[in-house]
């Protein structure tokens, strides 16, 4: 079955400072790579996702690129906010008959 | 949010009692999961449900047991309760690809074994 391993576990960063996560992934035929954020509390929260036939897709401040090849992709959050301050999943599963399967997260803490 | 509502939010049970936790969803979604989460290890899959008559095991589906009672209840049992079940439980539902608009999770229920 699938596996994601997510780094780092934890990541600080000054406000405005530029935050990247990594995932890897064990199975070739994954194709359908989102990321969640939950925030303190909360129910986790899908923010962006990638399909394998992109390499790149941004919103706003946030953008995810993937390379299929070394089968990782990442999360790129640009003029970081302490609002930014989460946990973040990056997940992965094949297009049908499959589930989400995620990584054990990243605690970003973003201070001003 | 009230699209995806876990019963109970909270419950403390003792080690070899029975338990079951409750979803239900108005969002008219086929395909329900659930996940637990504990610290550091991130949200696991535990069984999925992509329709009433179809029931799939998970990650780490030793020691439960799930129901789909119709399209818009899913419930998780413990059949014998022991202390490292102790987590807080997910469920979440999405579309028939689940790609779309990604997994609604629920508010969660926090689970202590004793």
């Known amino acids: 079955g699938e596996n994601v391993e997510q780094h780092p576990s934890t990541l600080s960063v000054q406000e405005g400072d530029s935050a990247v996560i990594k995932c890897t992934y064990s199975d070739s035929a994954s194709n359908y790579f989102p990321w969640y954020k939950q925030e303190l509390g909360k129910r986790p929260q899908l923010i962006i996702d990638?399909?394998?036939?992109?390499g790149e897709k941004k919103d706003q401040r946030i953008a995810v690129t993937l390379n299929k090849t070394a089968k990782h992709f990442s999360l790129h959050i640009t003029e970081t906010q302490p609002e930014d301050s989460a946990v973040y999943f990056c997940?992965?599963?094949?297009?049908?008959?499959?589930?989400?399967?995620f990584g054990k997260g990243t605690t970003l803490s973003v201070s001003s | 949010d009230a699209d995806v509502t876990q019963t109970p939010r909270n419950r403390i049970t003792k080690t070899g009692k029975r338990i079951m936790l409750e979803c239900s969803q108005t969002?008219?979604?086929?395909?329900m999961y659930w996940y637990r989460q504990d610290p550091g290890l991130g949200l696991r899959l535990i069984y999925y449900?992509?329709?009433?008559?179809?029931?799939n095991k998970g990650e780490i589906s030793d020691g439960y047991s799930v129901s789909r009672q119709a399209q818009a209840k899913f419930s998780l049992s413990l059949e014998s309760a022991i202390p490292n079940q102790t987590a807080l439980y997910f469920c979440a539902t999405s579309d028939s690809f689940g790609e779309r608009d990604g997994y609604t999770f629920g508010s969660g229920t926090r689970l202590t074994v004793v």
């Open positions: 449900s992509f329709d009433v008559k179809d029931i």
């Open positions: 969002k008219g979604h086929d395909r």
């Open positions: 997940a992965a599963k094949k297009q049908a008959g499959t589930a989400l399967i």
């Open positions: 990638i399909r394998s036939n992109v």
